[in-house]
């Protein structure tokens, strides 16, 4: 135990003659003078409260703010207890939630009312590829905002019509069979391999 206290306090030592050589002071001793000394640093810590004071708005610290400085004058005690009044009715008035329907209370300020990276609406997928989004104002007044939408839903339907196919099962060897003749653009392709093998190695 004792030989581990004297290993502190040799590295304590040590450290405080690097410091001492850092900072420019005589000896390991003196590196107190270099920095700042007790007056200096209450003068900072009184500062810093001052400051703080003066920011924070809440009621204690405004008290404290007033006995600090003196200021018990009647004038400033009767403003500090009109805030204290106010602050004490904006706290008793019952809570509203307020329900947004839309993005129009965020947008304020911008350039358009209706941007099309509004995050807050359903999006529509016009039938672009690169998949292509705008958004989505509602059924009323949908085809009034964006009157090439009826348009894009038409052309899209189309090409659902032609190309989709429903789901089907083709038995058919993958290394022989040739996919380029199957005519419609799928989107997902899934090649498994036949049940009977599946099921003979569950058994398995």
């Known amino acids: 135990m004792d030989s581990r206290l004297q290993e502190i306090r040799e590295r304590q030592k040590l450290r405080r003659q690097l410091l001492a050589q ?6 390991a001793d003196s590196i107190g003078a270099v920095l700042n000394s007790k007056d200096e640093q209450r003068e900072i810590a009184e500062t810093r ?17 007033y006995l ?3 200021e018990t004058d009647e004038d400033k005690m009767e ?3 009109d805030e204290l009044e106010m602050q004490q009715e904006e706290e008793n008035l019952p809570y509203e939630e307020e329900i947004y329907k839309d993005s129009s209370t965020f947008l304020k300020g911008t350039q358009s009312l209706n941007p099309h990276n509004d995050y807050c609406q359903h999006f529509v997928d ?3 590829r690169p998949q292509n989004f705008i958004r989505d104002v509602g059924l009323a007044d949908r085809f009034e905002e964006y009157p090439k939408l009826r348009e894009l839903i038409r052309l899209k339907d189309e ?9 089907m099962y083709l038995q058919a060897d993958i290394e022989a069979f040739d996919i ?7 989107d997902i392709f899934v090649g498994l391999k036949p049940i009977k093998t599946i099921l003979g190695r569950l058994k398995l």
Do not use: M, V, W
Not at 22 to 27: P, R, V, W
Not at 52 to 59: H, L, P
Not at 161 to 166: D, E, G, L, R
Not at 180 to 186: G, Y
């Open 79 to 81: 403003e500090y207890k």
């Open 68 to 70: 600090d400085e003196g």
């Open 180 to 186: 380029r003749e199957l005519t419609p653009k799928f």
């Open 159 to 167: 090409l659902i019509a032609k190309s989709n196919t429903p789901p």
């Open 22 to 27: 850092q900072l420019g002071a005589e000896s």
């Open 49 to 65: 409260e001052t400051c703080r004071a003066s920011y924070d708005t809440s009621a204690p610290n405004t008290k404290r703010k």
């Open 126 to 128: 016009t039938g672009h």
